[in-house]
């Protein structure tokens, strides 16, 4: 989309807003300016912007960490308990 004819306007954020803006724009790799327009035109449209939560991290950051028993190893051996668990099926 083409801003070349695009009007500037200057508005004052309050900071923890502003902090906001910034960090969404450091995990999108956006500047300011896009992640403000784009939160406007969506919010315009009446759609919604995507979050944190709408991530696939945030929809189950509540249940990571929260299963217990389990191979203790399972984050540096997945690739071999699960290659036990399908031969263990196939039996």
């Known amino acids: 989309m083409g801003y070349a004819r695009a009007a500037q306007i200057s ?3 309050p900071a923890a807003l502003l902090r906001q ?15 403000i327009r784009d939160i406007l035109q969506a919010h315009l449209a009446g759609s919604r912007v995507m979050t ?5 991290y945030g929809r189950v950051r509540d249940l990571i960490g929260s299963v217990s028993g ?3 190893d399972l984050g540096r ?5 699960l ?3 399908i031969r263990d099926r196939r039996r």
Not at 21 to 35: G, N
Not at 52 to 56: G, L, N, R, T
Not at 77 to 81: D, K, L, M, N, V
């Open 11 to 13: 508005l004052r954020l």
């Open 21 to 35: 803006i910034d960090q969404r724009a450091r995990k999108s790799r956006m500047s300011r300016s896009t992640v």
């Open 52 to 56: 944190e939560v709408d991530s696939p």
């Open 70 to 72: 389990g191979p203790s």
């Open 77 to 81: 051996r997945h690739r071999e308990h």
């Open 83 to 85: 290659a036990e668990l």
